[in-house]
């Protein structure tokens, strides 16, 4: 898809660039094969930012360090 080779910025909205729910099974598919990070669609609908995203991530990184 053109989405994935466009510049994205922090704040870029995935759905405002033109994300659509098969564009975001691929990428959260690609993100935990390639990384291990499980996102759902739903935390993708909720923090449609690459910030967004970073901040949920680093919240659930702190919890699950916290837990141990």
Avoid: C, Y
């Amino acid at each position: 898809s053109d989405m994935f080779k466009q510049r994205v910025g922090l704040n870029d909205s995935f759905f405002e660039i033109g994300g659509n729910s098969l564009n975001a099974q691929i990428m959260l598919n690609q993100l935990k094969s390639n990384f291990g990070i499980r996102l759902t669609i739903s935390d993708l609908i909720t923090n449609p930012t690459i910030h967004e995203l970073r901040q949920l991530l680093k919240s659930r990184f702190v919890e699950v360090n916290l837990s141990i």
